[in-house]
């Protein structure tokens, strides 16, 4: 990533860092940090309600700041000690991460070990997340009464009722035109009532 200047922060596994038992122990707020010799690579593992381990080719422990957290025993907001790469981490957090929770919510699934298909729901998925996030993000500079923007449900549902209704009333009535007329004039002067759709033709079913 760094050879290709790509810098990034996230969260990543465990490792080789101080381990979860001794930073509940410090307390909310502690943090423990590990980086490469050249400083280029950093690693910072952060003890709020649960651990939390960050890496970063951009940021660090320092400098720190302090942010406010519910504790439950107190019943009240604490001032915690928070590292700079959490700090940026929660600023900037609006790309990959928020994409991805967004699709695990409705992802599309079926029954099919096909790449193509596979493939194709996930970038329809991906489709319907960012459009929802362009259209909350609109309606948000339009000052738009929360109320009136829709949910991320209730968006993929009229995306889908929308396109449905496109093509609504298409298919294979328009291929069985002449097959209806031709059986039509086949059976005039008979007066015969015949049930003929597009996946069977009752009259050729009963006289056969």
Known sequence: MMKKEMYITGTIMKNRLASDKTMKNTGRGT????STEDGKLC?????????VLMMSVVHGTEPEDTCQRWDKKLKQYVTVSRPSIVREYNLKMGGVDL?????????????????????LM?????????SWLLYR?????????????????EFRTEMATTLLAQH?????DADLSEQSEEEDNSNQGK???????????CYTAFHT
């Open 137 to 153: 993000k609109d309606l948000a500079i339009c000052a738009a009464p929360k109320k009136s923007i829709m949910q991320f449900l």
């Open 168 to 172: 609504h009333g298409q298919g294979s």
């Open 31 to 34: 943090s423990s940090e590990l």
């Open 43 to 51: 690693v910072v593992k952060w003890y709020d309600n649960k651990p």
């Open 99 to 119: 994409i991805d929770r967004m699709i695990s919510y409705y992802r599309m699934s079926a029954r099919t070990k096909k790449w193509t298909m596979r493939m």
């Open 191 to 201: 007066k015969l009532f015949l049930c003929l759709q597009g996946d069977r033709n």
């Open 122 to 130: 996930h970038f329809t998925d991906l489709a319907l997340a960012n």
